[in-house]
């Protein structure tokens, strides 16, 4: 498989999963400072120039963070990153797209990149104050899931990997985090899987 990414984006969540299922992977980065997501060559992969972008080893590509990280529970079932039965799948898939619907294009597209909207700064602050306060709702609902828990669903899982990236846009965007999204935030540093994606991103 190929992966491709870009630092400092939700592609770290996928990284991580691959880390998680131990299969093959090869990382090949996506400039974002250079434009390369806008290039001929990778949209030729991508043609909606975003990642996390997956190449399987059949050669199809697969793009958008939930249709990823399903595949790769599904496909590598040993990982554990997928309830087994129906109900728990959906109710993963409906928190998944919750955190990538919601909290992250709702909520972080207007903290990280207001001047893609506008180019008035006094309406870019206004901006990023609306997704401050729909991350703030956000944070409360999933502190909320997570309870007293390791991890959202119970069991380690694909939802866990879409958490992380937005906890850690929280620490680098000074967001506050509810304690045990904090806390959850450590144990997930903690895990070898994240510990490999991070040292593979620099």
Not at 14 to 19: A, D, M
């Amino acid at each position: 498989m190929k992966f491709f990414y870009a630092p400092g984006t939700c592609s770290i969540g996928i990284h991580l999963l691959l880390e998680e299922i131990g299969a093959p992977y090869e990382s090949i980065k996506v400039d974002f400072r250079a434009k390369e997501q806008f290039s001929e060559k990778f949209r030729a992969l991508n043609p909606k120039g975003k990642v996390p972008t997956l190449v399987r080893d059949d050669g199809s590509v697969l793009t958008e963070f939930q249709a990823i990280a399903f595949w790769l529970a599904r496909a590598y079932p040993k990982a554990g990153l997928l309830a087994e039965d129906l109900e728990g799948q959906t109710r993963t898939m409906e928190l998944l797209d919750f955190m990538v619907a919601s909290v992250h294009m709702r909520g972080f597209t207007f903290i990280l990149v207001p001047m893609k909207f506008t180019p008035t700064e006094a309406a870019q602050q206004e901006l990023t104050a609306h997704g401050r306060s729909v991350v703030a709702d956000g944070f409360d609902r999933l502190a909320s899931t997570l309870g007293d828990k390791d991890w959202l669903m119970g069991n380690f899982s694909i939802a866990d990997a879409a958490l992380f990236y937005l906890t850690t846009w929280a620490k680098a965007k000074d967001v506050a985090l509810p304690a045990t999204l904090a806390a959850f935030h450590e144990r997930m540093l903690a895990r070898p899987s994240v510990q490999r994606a991070l040292k593979i991103i620099g």
